[in-house]
């Protein structure tokens, strides 16, 4: 449900941002000079740091050493984030727990003494450049009280 309400704001702030371009555009007169360079959105950005990282991937593993078990352990893992971005892409909603759990394997793997020492720090931070900002979607992230959810903190 708060993946479809930050989906939907950002459709309408991506509507919003494309008319004010077109007003702008008609306009000069209203316009004004903006010298900060233009982030891409958040969608675009996810996309690229995903592309980032099976790029990453397909060269790590191209030098690592893998058992036969995390062979099979990433091929079920990327066939499942394949299989959630189709779904994604055809309008249905993603297993994020089978999303979460993939991630996961990924990330275990990317800490493996499997992959060459630069090709591990490399695929941890684009992971890293996946995660949720701002406590969303994180365990430990604090209460409104200030208190963590963890209870051994």
């Known amino acids: 449900m708060k993946l ?6 950002l459709a309408l702030v991506a509507a919003a941002t494309s008319s004010m371009t077109a007003t702008a555009q008609t306009n000069p007169s209203t316009t004004s000079i ?15 740091a995903l592309r980032k990282l099976q790029a ?3 060269q790590a593993v191209s030098r690592a050493k893998l058992t036969d078990v995390q062979k099979r352990d990433l091929a079920s893992a990327r066939a499942t984030l394949q299989q959630q971005f189709d779904r994604r892409r055809n309008g249905e909603a993603m297993d994020r727990e089978a999303f979460r759990a993939s ?25 890293e450049a996946l ?4 406590g969303q979607g994180r365990r430990n992230a604090p209460l409104r009280s200030g208190k963590s959810q963890n209870p051994a903190a």
């Open 103 to 127: 991630m996961k394997v990924l990330r275990g793997l990317a800490a493996s003494e499997a992959f060459q020492p630069e090709d591990r720090t490399t695929l941890q931070n684009d992971l």
């Open 131 to 134: 995660r949720p900002r701002n």
């Open 56 to 58: 990453d991937l397909d």
């Open 34 to 48: 903006n010298t900060q360079p233009q982030q891409q959105p958040a969608p675009q950005k996810r996309k690229a």
């Open 4 to 9: 479809r309400i930050l989906l939907l704001s």
